[in-house]
């Protein structure tokens, strides 16, 4: 039997940690330990540290990409000084991780109590998928997933109370990460790199 192999994971937040620790678990890597949960700015005044540590043991940074200049290329020649450790896997989401949430397409309309023909076939191309989430959370025939997802009426909020729990319950109950991989390039490259 292959031992699994084992990392520390950097990500944005508890939706990102969710689908990171997930993705992992599909790809025999063992997560020692999460960092970061504070945001894309803290990750990147991280990263450099973050890389030099990956010599003495693996890390996997889990980022959005958020807008367009920020495509991995990018990234990589602004948030490091130098090249990446060979122990060190850069994931970046196009555009954010709920990207790869709504590739899971009929799973997540069934999350959501919404048809799956609401769900984008090619959620690589939306530019904020969080949005998408909660505008198709809107249409939910269940009160409740309604009251969780949508902010309240009059709110300045992007997401409803409970956006962040129950998105991760989801994840870790009923998200695949081959399913939606057959959905979402991003999602695919991560997968393909991290099985290596």
Excluded at 15 to 23: D, Y
Aim: positive net charge.
């Amino acid at each position: 039997m292959t031992r699994a192999r084992a990392a520390i994971l950097a990500v944005e937040d508890a939706v990102a940690q969710a689908v990171g620790e997930k993705i992992c678990a599909k790809c025999a890597i063992d997560v020692a330990r999460v960092i970061g949960l504070k945001g894309k700015g803290y990750l990147k005044t991280r990263a450099d540290g973050l890389n030099r540590a990956a010599a003495g043991f693996p890390v996997i940074m889990f980022v959005d990409q958020d807008r367009k200049q920020d495509c991995p290329p990018n990234l990589l020649s602004t948030w490091f000084a130098g090249p990446l450790k060979r122990s060190f896997t850069l994931c970046v989401s196009v555009m954010e991780v709920e990207s790869w949430l709504l590739a899971d397409r009929a799973a997540f309309a069934s999350f959501l109590g919404i048809p799956a023909a609401k769900v984008p076939e090619r959620p690589d191309l939306i530019p904020r998928p969080k949005e998408r989430i909660v505008s198709l959370a809107r249409q939910s025939r269940h009160k409740t997933t309604r009251i969780t997802l949508v902010p309240a009426e009059g709110s300045t909020a992007a997401v409803g109370p409970q956006y962040n729990p129950c998105l991760v319950d989801w994840v870790a109950r009923k998200w695949s990460p081959r399913r939606a991989a057959r959905r979402s390039e991003s999602l695919a490259r991560t997968v393909r790199k991290l099985e290596v």
